[in-house]
Structures are given as structure tokens and as C-alpha cells.
């Protein structure tokens, strides 16, 4: 059973910059691709970014390009979500996803593409 553990959220400052992890365990890291998503109060859940099971090709939302940078550790069954230049607009619970696509170099920016979740990490930007 594949568990994902997301950490590193908090409250930042307006122009601050946070790293989110997301853990993978109950599976083989390398077969998986992982996405990143965050969910707004009262909003539809948005993509923000994501990487190949081999690391080698990633995918951004446009809200987040240019600011964020998503990479994965493949020793340390880990993802990570490098966030700077921070804006209230960034606020809202982060989720990290995985699927199974071994044999393939794809990113996958759809929430429905994932069967597996984390619970999600609260981030706040404030002015």
C-alpha cells in the first residue's frame, strides 16, 4: 500500500520561501511519478507542479512558474517542492500525488491521474 507523508508547510511572509517534502513508502519510489497540488478555501484543487519517475521531466502550473521547483531524491524516497518568492495567492493546503508509470518519462498535471495521496500541508503566505 503506497502512503505519501507530505511536511515543511508553515506561515511565511509575503516574498518568503518554503520547502515542502513529500515521503513515499508501501512501494518501489522509481516506478511512481509525483505531482504536487494545493487546494484554496472555497477553490477547486489546482495543479502546481510535477516530475518524472526518473526526475528527468517536470511540469509546472503557470500560477507557479519561475518560482517554484519541484525534484526528487530517488535514495531517499523523497520529493521536494522548492517555493520562493511567496504571495498570499499561494496559500492553501499542498498535496503530494503518485502513480505508477515505470517505462514512461511522463508528468501528469490531472488530479484523477493519481490514485495515491497524501494528507495534505497547510501553507501561508502573509503580507
Known amino acids: 500500500q503506497v502512503q505519501l507523508e507530505e511536511s515543511g508547510g508553515g506561515l511565511v511572509q509575503t516574498g518568503g520561501s518554503l520547502s515542502l517534502s513529500c515521503a513515499f513508502s508501501?512501494?518501489?519510489?522509481?516506478?511512481?511519478?509525483v505531482g504536487w497540488f494545493r487546494q484554496a478555501p472555497g477553490k477547486e484543487r489546482e495543479f502546481v507542479a510535477a516530475i518524472s519517475w526518473s526526475g528527468t521531466a517536470t511540469s509546472y502550473g503557470d500560477s507557479v512558474k519561475g518560482r517554484f521547483t519541484i525534484s526528487r531524491d530517488n535514495a531517499k524516497n523523497t520529493v521536494y517542492l522548492q517555493m520562493n518568492s511567496l504571495e498570499p495567492e499561494d496559500t492553501a493546503v499542498y498535496y503530494c500525488?503518485?502513480?505508477?508509470?515505470?517505462?514512461?518519462?511522463?508528468?501528469?498535471?490531472?488530479?484523477?491521474?493519481?490514485?495515491?495521496w497524501g494528507q495534505g500541508t497547510q501553507v501561508t503566505a502573509s503580507s
Open positions: 500525488a503518485a502513480r505508477f508509470t515505470y517505462g514512461t518519462y511522463n508528468t501528469y498535471d490531472k488530479a484523477y491521474e493519481y490514485p495515491y
Open positions: 508501501g512501494g518501489d519510489f522509481e516506478k511512481h511519478a
